[in-house]
């Protein structure tokens, strides 16, 4: 009741869409029911989490932000979001996101910006925007986003907390609402390592709804989180010498860096020549797998139809123009180009192997370091309305964080100061595939 009582103080802020406060109430009371009665809890009991607006809760709305699924309620709970539930999580409510999840200020949503709860007239990041301030404002414990291409890790290095993305295939992608699917990786927010670890234990792992998922054995990552090894750390030269790079950002970065010397780590500075080619590769392949994986919001399955349509044509022609944002319509038809019949092979063929070359070189330099340190950002958060007006500016916000989606690896940014404005600055690691036991044991000492 605590946390409900903030969320109400917050309104101001934007973040939930819906409050699940009676559902709340009574799963907070059959834990306490439990409690007395000596019966066995489970792993996250009393746990209060948000999940983001495109990840599904049976018989709750659901709409990615979106007015062409307004009024749309689910017919089933996503697996990611069971496996809270049955280990006496309390699911707390839906939280505000970026339209189908596509942007990096939360400014795409159809029911409006949310708020960074560190200054109220800048954007907390994208497209898990309004999770990430949840945990900043201590609305919840911890929440749920979703990350195709930084949208986790950037807004928690906006709002000052810790945000994975775990290995592609690490988790379940069912009852998640498809923007790219081979880039799509649930997230988690929240304020420490250790429930991080926690929640990642609980929802990771085979699942026979999604064939995709690895059926590699999930540890007690938050049994694993001591740390009294030397490690070898590889940082990037050009994410360190960019020229958008804030300045403070990068002296932050390099004082992480010192530090890792100082305590007797190795610290090298490596090369990584496909930076400038990172955001083109990412921005055809997941405006293409975007744009087919849409086609099914058509007006006659789900949610929003245009009322006064009066043929098949006009009404997917009225209910996709009036039910679409901006952004979304951009992608759709951006990824509708790239995989047209005269330019698939030098757009969508020509990207798909340069993802292998990027892939391949990105874990060629993890085979000889155990990480990858990089900021996860180039600036601290922005002003409201400050980059809408030029979608390929907001597109640079992610610079450095599509190359973890892009190769399918772990990673994770923490908080690492704040700048002159006091904004907070996030750090990012990177890991190899399927070592988020190291991933979380390392930054928890960096922490
Ligand atoms: N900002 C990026 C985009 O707009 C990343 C989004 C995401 O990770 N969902 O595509």
């Known amino acids: 009741s605590d946390y409900l009582k903030r969320i109400d103080e917050n309104h101001h802020l934007n973040v939930f869409l819906d409050v699940y406060d009676k559902e709340a109430q009574a799963k907070a009371e059959q834990i306490d029911r439990k409690i007395r009665n000596n019966e066995p809890l489970g792993k996250l009991f009393g746990l209060v989490v948000g999940i983001k607006d495109v990840l599904v809760l049976k018989d709750q709305k659901v709409s990615s932000g979106s007015k062409i699924l307004e009024g749309f309620e689910s017919q089933f709970t996503g697996t990611a979001v069971q496996r809270l539930i049955d280990e006496d999580a309390i699911i707390i409510g839906r939280q505000n996101c970026d339209e189908f999840a596509m942007g990096s200020s939360n400014e795409n949503s159809a029911y409006g910006p949310t708020l960074n709860a560190a200054d109220n007239s800048r954007v907390p990041g994208g497209s898990s925007g309004a999770s990430a301030v949840s945990v900043q404002a201590g609305l919840c414990m911890a929440a749920l986003g979703t990350d195709t291409g930084g949208s986790v ?99 932050h970065t390099i004082q992480k860096l010192d530090f890792l010397k100082e305590e007797g780590h190795e610290v090298t500075e490596v090369t990584f020549p496909y930076l400038e080619y990172l955001l083109a590769t990412y921005y055809i392949l997941t405006t293409a797998e975007a744009s087919s994986n849409l086609s099914r919001f058509d007006g006659v399955r789900y949610g929003y139809r245009a009322p006064e349509a009066d043929s098949m044509e006009s009404m997917y022609k009225l209910s996709r123009t009036r039910g679409f944002g901006n952004e979304v319509k951009r992608r759709i038809m951006l990824g509708t180009f790239v995989l047209s019949a005269s330019y698939y092979d030098a757009y969508y063929t020509k990207a798909q192997k340069v993802r292998r070359l990027i892939r391949d070189e990105t874990r060629k330099i993890l085979s000889d370091y155990d990480f990858i340190i990089l900021p996860t950002t180039p600036t601290t958060a922005f002003p409201l309305n400050s980059q809408t007006e030029n979608p390929a500016e907001m597109y640079l916000a992610d610079v450095f964080t599509v190359q973890a989606n892009v190769s399918g690896i772990p990673a994770i940014s923490i908080p690492n100061g704040v700048d002159k404005n006091n904004l907070p600055i996030g750090l990012q690691i990177m890991t190899d595939v399927f070592k988020e036991d190291e991933l979380f044991a390392f930054s928890n000492y960096l922490m």
């Open 153 to 251: 890790r950037q807004p928690a290095a906006f709002c000052g907390v810790v945000g994975l993305k775990p290995t592609y295939s690490r988790i379940s992608r069912y009852g998640l609402i498809a923007y790219a699917s081979s880039f799509d990786c649930i997230g988690i927010f929240t304020n420490n390592i250790q429930d991080n670890a926690s929640i990642l234990s609980v929802i990771a792992g085979a699942d026979d709804n999604d064939s995709t998922v690895s059926r590699k054995e999930v540890p007690d990552y938050d049994q694993l989180l001591k740390f009294d090894k030397k490690v070898k750390v590889a940082y990037i030269k050009e994410t360190i010498e960019s020229t958008d790079l804030q300045q403070e950002i990068k002296q």
